[in-house]
């Protein structure tokens, strides 16, 4: 059975500093985008970036210029590394991969507060 394993989540102040990671494992499959999404309560899942297997990345507007993606396609993992955090930044991360299928994560939970 496939699996995302998703770790590096936690509890940090305002202008903190996480890094994300997520991992693929168990059948062989190919994959040509990873990214990560979140999900704060009461509000519906969100796409934070994502990094295609010709290293393009893409940000959503609210985190550009903070977070940073990172991938290795042939290991089958993504990392993101966020800086300034905001507690508007505090949610469920979720890493998801894309190939013939769509794998999700079980989801790190960030929270960002004093």
């Known amino acids: 059975q496939v699996q995302l394993v998703e770790s590096g989540g936690g509890l940090v102040q305002p202008g903190g500093s996480l890094r994300l990671s997520c991992a693929a494992s168990g059948s062989i499959f190919s994959i040509n985008v990873m990214g990560w999404y979140r999900q704060a309560p009461g509000k519906e899942r969100e796409l934070v970036s994502t990094?295609?297997?010709?290293?393009?990345?893409t940000y959503a507007d609210s985190v550009k210029g903070r977070f940073t993606i990172s991938g290795d396609y042939r290991k089958r993992t993504v990392f993101l590394q966020m800086n300034s955090l905001k507690p508007e930044d505090t949610a469920v991360y979720y890493c998801?991969?894309?190939?013939?299928?769509?794998?999700w994560g079980q989801g790190t939970q960030v929270t960002v507060s004093s």
């Open positions: 998801r991969m894309i190939g013939n299928y769509v794998y």
């Open positions: 990094i295609t297997n010709n290293g393009r990345a």
